[in-house]
């Protein structure tokens, strides 16, 4: 039986897709609601099961990307993955009203909420935004004023996940970093290649003083590298936690 990151064990139920949005080409935002409130911490994640009719099961780990403030509703976002067994499950078989078999909340490493205090720096790589958004999106709900910047790398504009919220949350005092790595930036603020030692270094300097939560997550190479940016910039390795999605 998993843990969550309370050490209490985590028991499987049964959630029912209340709505599915889609954000960009490759990813949708999937709703799930049960009757009894969802209680977990920004960065947590659930493991969903999927069982076909033969009695094949597939379990994956998906990150709640919505705030613990909204409880009612979860939101998962699900990239998908070409002859990937259960992402493209949520892409082209879900519907509003099937119900996920879904445990958790899962992992007591990779959160933050704003008892834990900054200053706080993110770093995504693709649908690695996910646990971040929930961080960002508590700090909001939460009214916090603690230091926070995202550095958020995406191959193109239209994969920017949660582009608008975002913007409109720097706007907020939120410090905001796009890179795209496989097209010219839209805007002016916006980056055009991927995260490397420079690019970090302009974002720590930034923060004052150097930060003292640091969370990167995305594919692992992505990991890898940025969090060995951070290092170089001088975020002390002990505060840096990461999460890895895989290939
Ligand atoms: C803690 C955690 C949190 C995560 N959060 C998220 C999240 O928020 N959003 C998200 O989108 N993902 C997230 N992931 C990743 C997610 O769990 C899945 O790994 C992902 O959705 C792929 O699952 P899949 O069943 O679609 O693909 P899989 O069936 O696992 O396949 C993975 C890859 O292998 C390839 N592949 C499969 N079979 C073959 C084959 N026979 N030959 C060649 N290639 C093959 C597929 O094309 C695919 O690219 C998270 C992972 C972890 C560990």
Same mark, same amino acid.
């Given at each position: 039986?998993?843990?969550?990151?309370?050490?209490?064990?985590?028991?499987?139920?049964?959630? /029912?897709?209340?709505?599915?949005?889609?954000?960009?080409?490759?990813?949708?935002?999937?709703?799930?609601?049960?009757?009894?409130?969802?209680?977990?911490?920004?960065?947590?994640?659930?493991?969903?099961?999927?069982?076909?009719?033969?009695?094949?099961?597939?379990?994956?780990?998906?990150?709640?990307?919505?705030?613990?403030?909204?409880?009612?509703? $979860?939101?998962?976002?699900?990239?998908?993955?070409?002859?990937?067994?259960?992402?493209?499950?949520?892409?082209? #078989?879900?519907?509003?009203?099937?119900? #996920?078999?879904?445990?958790?909340?899962?992992?007591?490493?990779?959160?933050?909420?704003?008892?834990?205090?900054?200053?706080?720096?993110?770093?995504?790589?693709?649908?690695? $935004?996910?646990?971040?958004?929930?961080?960002?999106?508590?700090?909001?709900?939460?009214?916090?004023?603690?230091?926070?910047?995202?550095?958020?790398?995406?191959?193109?504009?239209?994969?920017?996940?949660? /582009?608008?919220?975002?913007?409109?949350?720097?706007?907020?005092?939120?410090?905001?970093? #796009?890179?795209?790595?496989?097209?010219?930036?839209?805007?002016?603020?916006?980056?055009? /290649?991927?995260?490397?030692?420079?690019?970090?270094?302009?974002?720590?300097?930034?923060?004052?003083?150097?930060?003292?939560?640091?969370?990167?997550?995305?594919?692992?190479?992505?990991?890898?590298?940025?969090?060995?940016?951070? $290092?170089?910039?001088?975020?002390?390795?002990?505060?840096?936690?990461?999460?890895?999605?895989?290939?």
């Amino acid at each position: 039986m998993a843990v969550a990151g309370n050490g209490h064990h985590v028991r499987w139920r049964t959630l /029912r897709i209340v709505r599915i949005e889609r954000q960009t080409s490759r990813v949708k935002s999937v709703f799930l609601s049960g009757p009894e409130a969802f209680r977990f911490l920004p960065g947590q994640h659930v493991t969903v099961r999927l069982t076909s009719e033969s009695g094949h099961t597939a379990q994956r780990s998906y990150s709640i990307a919505s705030a613990p403030e909204a409880p009612s509703t $979860i939101e998962l976002a699900v990239e998908r993955l070409d002859h990937g067994e259960v992402s493209p499950y949520f892409h082209d #078989i879900a519907a509003v009203g099937d119900e #996920i078999e879904v445990r958790g909340p899962v992992g007591g490493h990779f959160v933050w909420s704003v008892e834990q205090g900054g200053p706080l720096l993110l770093v995504a790589g693709g649908s690695g $935004i996910a646990p971040l958004m929930s961080m960002i999106r508590h700090r909001a709900a939460r009214q916090s004023s603690i230091p926070a910047a995202l550095l958020y790398s995406a191959r193109t504009w239209e994969e920017v996940l949660f /582009r608008e919220e975002l913007l409109a949350l720097q706007a907020d005092g939120l410090d905001v970093t #796009i890179t795209l790595t496989r097209e010219a930036a839209p805007l002016g603020n916006a980056l055009g /290649r991927r995260v490397d030692a420079e690019m970090m270094s302009a974002v720590v300097s930034r923060m004052e003083p150097v930060p003292a939560q640091a969370f990167v997550c995305g594919g692992n190479a992505f990991v890898e590298v940025a969090s060995r940016c951070m $290092i170089q910039c001088g975020v002390p390795a002990a505060v840096i936690r990461t999460e890895r999605f895989g290939k």
